[in-house]
């Protein structure tokens, strides 16, 4: 169990480049999350760390070695394949023992090695089980098997949940959390879904065209997202432009429908104000510092609801509430909206919302 | 739709299927009947002998012939699975750039009809001095058998997860390890699928023989041809039901290898990686 | 300092393993496919004096070569279509049965095709012989006379030749069926399609593509054909390829083998490019009713198998 740095590393595929230049430290015992749209090199970066492709600059570190010419077999590492990559032609037993048998490790030491890590992940009694009569989700802890029981500095795992229904996913991604908790391995997770990053990850980078967009816990992306591509791309958000004016009290912005109290640290000018659907309160028509909305539509989920309403000026506003609180709202209300200062996050004006 | 018309349907189904197998297997069925017959002129009423398997025994030129002509496929099996494999192999790991040149000469050697392919290969042989030789003939055996070889190889090289490979290698296997451990266990049934029918195909292919054998010197198919132009001939059926039995054999095992490809084949799980995209 | 060095020796290890892994295989290639083409060429126009054209004057002044070569052409597409029309009912109905079943018949259907088919054409002789099983049936039918036959007639070798393709067009025609499930045709019908509008819109279209692959694997094999009709055909049944393996192995006239296997193979290519076309706008065609509008077709090949 290592810590992993990466420094300056770019990937090139003949003209194109993947990675560009991108620095990251995961530090030991954590994991983290490399999170992005699809096309931007999240998957390439985490090859570059196994060794399937070779970076044309930059260095990788795990712990103090640098295995940036290493052989992938060389480096210590596990790694959980998005297609799981079993050994069809082997068993159960096989396929976990498979790392083990490399190293040279005895039967008899193997033997009890591959079963403390089936019971870990809860596949005792699987053991003689061909790998193609396992479910999705027994498949994928196989794979997770696999790679731990061979104890690497540094565990893998590219898009491992991508196959999973969404209810087993939910369970696995709960097993996969324990299970890091109880190894305390360090750990790299590549995924595009945004929940299961800030659900695992104790940080996150976000990458977007090859390079890093932001790093941060899950707490401090998903509440202080760098930009709104970032904002947007990690969760729903809302996006107003706004001009903020600083006058004797709390600096202040007008918006269609009213005046919005902003936080301390705003500066004059022109901004774009970010503030997730879920932070942003229902109040009744003209209540002290709401904006006047008329609601358009309620969708309701289940445990959500969301009600999609609109400014004077018909700037749409998305707010999310829970579903048992819906009821009381029909479409073509007046209402009032409330967003607390502390819940805003503003850009300077020319960041690209759209990006991406 | 009505489970009458249904039934209807599977009936006219079976109907089709089975005249279809009667009309291919009828020639067949007359000539394994035939060859139980006493009559040496194939004439009823039937009376069973097994005679003319024990005459078969008895002729050395059949036996010669047939055992050549096993020799010959033996070894064409032999070198197309090695030299197919390897060439699999190159197409999908190193080169796959060549693959549209490699497969377009491979299905030049299928798609020249082998009478042209044969007279070609005899004036190759004849300029470079070698001439009609069994060497000669086990080369040109051998090209018309390499295209199956190389295609059902490669089929099944290009239905294996690249990640198996790369998930040998992470958990310490070295690049030969991996190969010996993880692809060779998994592409040798095609390997061998693909050598059952380069035996196959050398085994009957009379033209190549045709051309290429040294005059007097007979392969099965060479000596069936001398044999077949002068009429009917008892022994010919008993060579013929036990000709039909070793291809009945070998089609069996070649499905259980190739054709119960699927199971063995497809990525155990999960969606393909998309590479390159991401 | 030692760069040049090392890229020396990788080049070197590169090009030892592609010479290993590839070397066999496109030497073979090149000596026995390539060149043997070349050589042909070369020959065609050699006399025993030196160069010369007369060999293909022979060709272009002969009252009989030529119309030959029509005659084996036709040949090739009636047996090639008779063989389609055959294999297109046993083909459906083997793509419809069960998924367990269905190795088994296809297993069944190859037998004849990879049973040597010099004892094909000896069964089928033996079968259609004066006086043999199948003559006798219809004269105690009362349908022929037992005594009489069309063996050593042409029509012994379009029998033949027919027979021996079957299997080869059974298997691609259900492949072909295979790709085709029942949802599509239960969805054409749930959109008002008629029986015969399934077939021509959607069971046709789909077709298409590998009965050309068919037409080819049955068409190339029929025109350079010779042995079928040497042996059942009879006087009267000489084909093209009876008169090129002729030259080889009675006149002994390279010139004129190397005339006339160029000349089949132009007109095998001819009929093969004609097929890519025919498909790739039939392809055009299919897609363009589909989107209102001309697309271009994919990359295809007529023998993919």
Same mark, same amino acid.
């Given at each position: 169990m290592s810590r992993l740095s990466i420094a300056g590393v770019s990937v090139r595929y003949g003209a194109v480049t993947v990675i560009d230049g991108v620095d990251l430290t995961v530090p030991e015992g954590t994991m983290h999350a490399l999170l992005g749209p699809s096309g931007s090199g999240k998957t390439t970066l985490l090859r570059a760390v196994a060794g399937f492709v070779r970076p044309a600059a930059g260095r990788i570190r795990i712990g103090e070695r640098d295995v940036t010419e290493l052989d992938p077999a060389r480096r210590g590492i596990g790694v959980v394949f998005q297609s799981y990559a079993l050994f069809p032609h082997l068993d159960v037993v096989g396929n976990v023992g498979f790392g083990l048998e490399m190293q040279g490790v005895g039967r008899d030491e193997r033997n009890r090695r591959v079963r403390d890590v089936l019971a870990l992940v809860g596949l005792t009694g699987f053991e003689d089980r061909a790998v193609d009569r396992l479910s999705g989700g027994q498949q994928q802890r196989v794979a997770l098997a696999r790679a731990l029981v061979i104890e690497p500095e540094l565990l893998l795992l590219d898009e491992p949940m991508s196959a999973l229904d969404r209810k087993i996913r939910a369970d696995v991604q709960q097993e996969l959390k324990r299970i890091h908790e109880r190894t305390g391995v360090t750990a790299v997770i590549v995924t595009h879904d945004q929940e299961e990053a800030l659900f695992l990850a104790d940080t996150i980078t976000i990458l977007d065209e090859g390079r890093v967009r932001q790093v941060g816990a899950p707490r401090e992306v998903y509440d202080h997202p760098g930009d709104p591509f970032i904002a947007s791309f990690l969760g729903r958000t809302n996006v107003l432009d706004v001009e903020v004016e600083v006058g004797p009290g709390a600096p202040s912005a007008r918006v269609a429908g009213g005046s919005l109290e902003l936080p301390r640290s705003a500066r004059p000018g022109r901004w774009r104000l970010s503030v997730r659907p879920e932070r942003i309160a229902v109040r009744g028509r003209g209540a002290a510092g709401t904006l006047a909305a008329v609601i358009r539509h309620i969708d309701f989920a289940g445990p959500l609801a969301t009600l999609t309403c609109e400014l004077e000026d018909g700037t749409p506003v998305t707010v999310s509430m829970w579903g048992w609180q819906s009821p009381e709202y029909r479409p073509g209300m007046d209402i009032g909206l409330e967003i607390a200062p502390d819940s805003m996050t503003l850009y300077p004006e020319g960041d690209d919302a759209a990006h991406g | 739709m009505s489970a009458v018309t249904s039934q209807g349907r599977v009936l006219v189904r079976r109907t089709t299927i089975v005249l279809t197998l009667g009309l291919l297997f009828l020639p067949l069925a007359v000539i394994v009947l035939l060859s139980f017959n006493a009559s040496r002129y194939g004439t009823l009423p039937f009376e069973f002998t097994l005679r003319w398997y024990t005459e078969l025994f008895g002729r050395g030129d059949l036996f010669v012939a047939t055992r050549r002509s096993i020799l010959l496929s033996t070894g064409t099996a032999l070198a197309s699975a090695l030299i197919g494999t390897s060439v699999s192999v190159w197409l999908v790991r190193h080169r796959p750039r060549a693959l549209p040149v490699v497969s377009a000469g491979l299905l030049s050697a299928v798609t020249i009809p082998w009478l042209i392919l044969g007279i070609g290969m005899l004036t190759v042989f004849q300029t470079l001095g070698i001439g009609r030789s069994t060497s000669a003939v086990f080369l040109g055996s051998l090209v018309t058998s390499l295209p199956y070889q190389v295609f059902i190889v490669l089929a099944r090289l290009r239905a294996l997860d690249p990640s198996l490979e790369e998930a040998a290698r /992470?958990?310490?296997? /070295?690049?030969?390890?991996?190969?010996?451990?993880?692809?060779?266990?998994?592409?040798? /049934?095609?390997?061998?699928?693909?050598? =059952?029918?380069?035996?196959?195909?050398?085994?009957?292919?009379? $033209?190549?023989? #045709?051309?290429?054998?040294?005059?007097? $010197?007979?392969?099965?198919?060479?000596?069936? #041809?001398?044999? $077949?132009?002068? *009429? #009917?001939?008892?022994?010919?059926?008993?060579? /013929?039901?036990?000709?039909?039995?070793?291809?009945?054999? =070998?089609? $069996?095992?070649?499905?259980?290898?190739? *054709?119960?490809?699927?199971r063995t084949v497809r990525p155990v799980a999960g969606p393909r990686p998309d590479r390159g995209r991401d | 300092m030692t760069g040049p060095a090392i890229a020396t020796r990788a080049s070197a290890r590169t090009f030892l393993r592609d010479a290993v &892994?590839?070397?066999?295989?496109?030497?073979?290639?090149?000596?026995?496919?390539?060149?043997?083409?070349?050589?042909?060429?070369?020959?065609?126009?050699?006399?025993?004096?030196?160069?010369?054209?007369?060999?293909?004057?022979?060709?272009?002044?002969?009252?009989?070569?030529?119309?030959?070569?029509?005659?084996?052409?036709?040949?090739? !597409? +009636?047996?090639?279509?008779?063989?389609?029309?055959?294999?297109?009912?046993?083909?459906?109905?083997?793509?419809? !049965? %069960?998924?367990?079943?269905?190795?088994?018949?296809?297993?069944?259907?190859? +037998?004849? @095709?990879?049973?040597? @088919?010099?004892? &094909?054409?000896?069964?089928?002789?033996? &079968?259609? %012989?004066?006086?043999?099983?199948?003559?006798?049936?219809?004269?105690?039918?009362? &349908?022929?006379?037992?005594?009489?036959?069309?063996? @050593?007639?042409?029509?012994? !070798?379009?029998?033949?030749?027919? @027979?021996?393709?079957l299997p080869i067009m059974i298997i691609v025609l259900a492949a072909a069926s295979e790709r085709i499930p029942d949802r599509l045709l239960e969805a054409a019908r749930s959109l008002g399609a008629g029986r015969l509008?399934?077939?021509?819109?959607?069971?046709?279209?789909? !077709?298409?593509?590998?009965?050309?692959?068919?037409?080819?694997?049955?068409?190339?094999?029929? %025109?350079?054909?010779?042995?079928?009709?040497?042996?059942?055909?009879?006087?009267d049944g000489l084909l093209f390829g009876n008169v090129i393996a002729d030259q080889v192995t009675r006149v002994n006239d390279p010139m004129m083998a190397a005339v006339l296997s160029l000349t089949l193979l132009t007109a095998v290519l001819i009929v093969l490019g004609l097929l890519q076309a025919l498909r790739r706008s039939v392809g055009t065609f299919v897609r363009a009713r589909r989107h209102g509008g001309p697309v271009r077709s994919g990359r295809t090949r007529v023998l993919a198998g």
């Open positions: - | /992470s958990l310490g296997a /070295s690049a030969l390890r991996a190969q010996a451990r993880v692809v060779v266990p998994l592409i040798s /049934s095609a390997v061998l699928g693909g050598a =059952l029918m380069a035996f196959t195909i050398t085994f009957n292919n009379f $033209v190549i023989q #045709y051309f290429l054998m040294p005059f007097g $010197v007979r392969t099965l198919p060479l000596e069936i #041809y001398t044999l $077949v132009r002068t *009429g #009917y001939k008892p022994d010919i059926n008993a060579l /013929s039901t036990l000709v039909l039995l070793a291809t009945v054999v =070998l089609i $069996v095992a070649l499905q259980r290898l190739v *054709g119960g490809v699927q | &892994l590839a070397g066999p295989v496109v030497v073979l290639l090149a000596v026995l496919v390539a060149v043997p083409l070349g050589l042909l060429a070369f020959r065609s126009l050699i006399g025993v004096e030196g160069p010369t054209l007369a060999g293909w004057d022979r060709l272009a002044d002969s009252p009989i070569l030529l119309p030959l070569l029509g005659k084996s052409l036709r040949l090739a !597409t +009636v047996v090639t279509v008779a063989t389609c029309i055959l294999a297109w009912p046993a083909g459906w109905a083997i793509s419809r !049965t %069960a998924s367990r079943h269905r190795p088994v018949l296809l297993g069944l259907v190859v +037998v004849p @095709y990879l049973t040597s @088919y010099l004892l &094909l054409i000896y069964a089928v002789l033996v &079968l259609i %012989a004066p006086g043999g099983p199948m003559m006798s049936a219809l004269g105690a039918l009362g &349908l022929a006379d037992a005594r009489s036959s069309f063996l @050593y007639t042409p029509r012994a !070798t379009t029998v033949m030749l027919v @027979y021996e393709h509008a399934v077939l021509r819109r959607v069971v046709l279209p789909l !077709t298409v593509p590998s009965l050309a692959a068919g037409f080819a694997l049955v068409f190339v094999p029929v %025109a350079g054909s010779f042995v079928e009709a040497q042996i059942l055909g009879g006087p």
